[in-house]
């Protein structure tokens, strides 16, 4: 990752946050969005998982977590917050990268869905081949310990390649792949981050990470932008599902579908 000037130099984030992501993996930027936005698109959020939504995939382990259908471009409703210039611009800042979406989708979970979310990193589960991959995870409600908040290892990402696993093989133990495929991962240091509405965090794909189950009285929203290299190439592997079915594998991925950020207004 090399240093570059924000494009969106009035969005930019100070340089401790660039400095934590590139070497924890990971960060943590308070208050990005505001609260009045916030609360526009926690409204938004929760009708669309109301009207269409479904149970998440990446649950593992019986969490009952609710997301809006995939892709995120049949929702119009969400296109403003995956287009969000200002978290697309510090996602840029961050990584020192060029990046358009991947994916764009709103996750609910429900109180007193206490299963935790699996331990996991997202590159096993990406169909792309790309320069980099980043998670920009918006809280659209506070979210204590005891609400689910993220859990990271911090520096996971220095572990020696490969960083994927495969696929088939992850999915059959979707709750236990992380560590026996990376078992140096279980003893590192973990860290927790409580966040407030209107914060993100970003974090790398090869990251390890989880989140706690809700024991909380309120639901768990959150709204989870996937950005990628803006030179990415569709290249799915065994296991992979993804429903654009206009993407061979090896090709770049279409600008309407998978809009770059230095297009967003
Ligand atoms: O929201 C969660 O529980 C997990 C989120 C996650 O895995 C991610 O943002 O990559």
């Excluded at 969005?33 to 698109?41: K, L, Q, S, T």
């Excluded at 989140?211 to 929203?221: F, H, V």
């Amino acid at each position: 990752m090399t240093d570059t000037t924000p494009k969106n130099a009035p969005y930019a984030v100070a340089e401790e946050y660039v400095t934590n992501f590139r070497e924890y993996g990971f960060t943590h930027i308070p208050g990005l969005i505001a609260a009045d936005e916030v609360a526009r698109w926690r409204e938004i959020a929760l009708d669309t998982i109301e009207s269409d939504g479904r149970r998440a995939g990446m649950g593992g382990g019986g969490t009952a977590l609710r997301t809006t259908s995939d892709p995120w471009w049949q929702h119009d409703s969400l296109s403003g917050l995956v287009r969000h210039p200002r978290v697309g611009a510090v996602a840029e800042q961050l990584t020192g990268m060029p990046l358009r979406v991947w994916s764009g989708q709103a996750y609910a979970k429900h109180p007193h869905d206490e299963v935790p979310t699996i331990w996991h990193e997202d590159l096993t589960w990406t169909p792309l081949d790309s320069p980099v991959n980043v998670n920009a995870w918006i809280a659209l409600v506070d979210v204590p310990v005891e609400r689910g908040c993220l859990v990271f290892l911090p520096n996971s990402h220095k572990r020696p390649g490969p960083h994927r696993a495969d696929t088939v093989a992850a999915k059959s133990n979707a709750t236990t792949y992380m560590f026996a495929e990376w078992p140096e991962l279980e003893w590192g240091p973990r860290v927790t981050v409580p966040v407030r509405a209107g914060d993100v965090t970003f974090h790398l794909s090869t990251v390890g990470h989880s989140s706690g189950g809700n024991t909380s009285e309120e639901a768990r929203l959150a709204f989870i932008t996937s950005y990628t290299g803006a030179t990415a190439v569709f290249q799915p592997r065994p296991g992979h599902l993804h429903l654009d079915k206009d993407l061979e594998p090896g090709q770049p991925l279409f600008d309407d579908r998978y809009p770059r950020i230095s297009s967003f207004t």
